[in-house]
């Protein structure tokens, strides 16, 4: 049987929790992997009583970033996208518009954090495509792909 120790979280680990949660983890994996990379601390009383005023704060940050992204999410659906690819003698794409392409077009819109979750598109037209800007926060862009005026 793997023995369990209770531990606070001081960040944010994927498939553990977010900060300043309180989980169980084996004993291994807390002294090899979250102690050295300073991700969690052995949960204490007094430990867990300085936590709760930083985790109503984060709590408050994280709410107001999720805020900011749904406000994103709104600006993304009144936006479209366009690529100019080359065309095949039969009408397909030479390459296609790849998810960095599409996270480079919204940097450039001022939009950094999105990253596209879509499969890359291959085909002439338009399209929408979710985008993920953190926080549980989707959105959803048009992108349309054409071919160049010559």
């Given at each position: 049987?793997?023995?369990?120790?209770?531990?606070?979280?001081?960040?944010?680990?994927?498939?553990?929790?977010?900060?300043?949660?309180?989980?169980?983890?084996?004993?291994?994996?807390?002294?090899?992997?979250?102690?050295?990379?300073?991700?969690?601390?052995?949960?204490?009383?007094?430990?867990?009583?300085?936590?709760?005023?930083?985790?109503?704060?984060?709590?408050?940050?994280?709410?107001?970033?999720?805020?900011?992204?749904?406000?994103?999410?709104?600006?993304?659906?009144?936006?479209t996208?366009?690529?100019s690819?080359?065309?095949?003698?039969?009408?397909?794409?030479?390459?296609?518009?790849?998810?960095?392409?599409?996270?480079?077009?919204?940097?450039?819109?001022?939009?950094?954090?999105?990253?596209?979750?879509?499969?890359?598109?291959?085909?002439f037209?338009?399209?929408e495509?979710?985008?993920?800007?953190?926080?549980?926060v989707?959105?959803?862009?048009?992108?349309?792909?054409?071919?160049?005026?010559?």
């Amino acid at each position: 049987m793997r023995k369990k120790i209770a531990v606070l979280l001081m960040e944010r680990v994927s498939g553990l929790g977010d900060a300043y949660d309180a989980v169980e983890v084996t004993i291994g994996y807390f002294r090899n992997y979250l102690s050295p990379r300073g991700l969690a601390r052995v949960a204490t009383e007094e430990l867990a009583s300085r936590i709760e005023g930083l985790k109503a704060k984060h709590d408050e940050k994280k709410a107001g970033r999720k805020a900011e992204r749904e406000e994103i999410a709104q600006r993304l659906a009144d936006m479209t996208l366009s690529f100019s690819r080359k065309a095949t003698k039969l009408g397909h794409t030479y390459g296609s518009v790849s998810a960095n392409d599409i996270e480079k077009a919204l940097a450039e819109k001022g939009i950094a954090e999105a990253k596209s979750l879509g499969e890359p598109i291959k085909e002439f037209g338009e399209r929408e495509v979710k985008i993920d800007l953190g926080e549980g926060v989707e959105g959803i862009v048009r992108v349309n792909v054409e071919k160049p005026v010559n």
